[in-house]
């Protein structure tokens, strides 16, 4: 009987602790966006080396999103020019474990018309962050 009933708290204890341990680790959190920046170079890790708003006609605009969570997610961006009308649209699947940035960037084939132009982001089709830029 005494092994028996060792045994039994042995893995009555063993119980308690992975219950213990389930309640410790939290799942992971979706992806979200948590900042956006534009500028005119990117560095290795994809952030923006020197944020800006304004560019030049001949400009390549950058775009670092950063985001926090973890998972697969669609990361697209949707270029639209000084008229209103749509330039390009670019996606991007992600699947990051924790912190990270993505970059962006475009330059129109013959240049951008001057004027307030702007980039909208969204993640995995829902919510977007829109980031106003000027060309002179």
Not at 38 to 49: A, K, Q, R
Not at 85 to 110: D, G, L, M, W
Request: proline share 9%.
């Amino acid at each position: 009987m005494r092994t028996s009933a060792s045994s039994s708290s042995r893995v009555g204890a063993l119980l308690m602790l992975l219950v213990a341990c389930g309640a410790c680790s939290k799942p992971a959190e979706p992806v979200r966006i948590t900042a956006i920046e534009l500028g005119s170079t990117i560095n290795p890790d994809n952030t923006v080396s020197s944020p800006n708003v304004t560019f030049p006609p001949n400009a390549t605009v950058y775009a670092s999103i950063a985001t926090e969570g973890a998972g697969p997610a669609t990361l697209a961006a949707r270029w639209t020019g000084a008229d209103g009308r749509v330039i390009t649209e670019q996606t991007q699947s992600i699947n990051p474990s924790k912190p990270a940035h993505f970059e962006f960037h475009f330059v129109p084939p013959e240049n951008w018309p001057k004027g307030m132009h702007k980039v909208v982001f969204t993640l995995n089709g829902g919510g977007s962050r829109t980031r106003d830029f000027e060309i002179r």
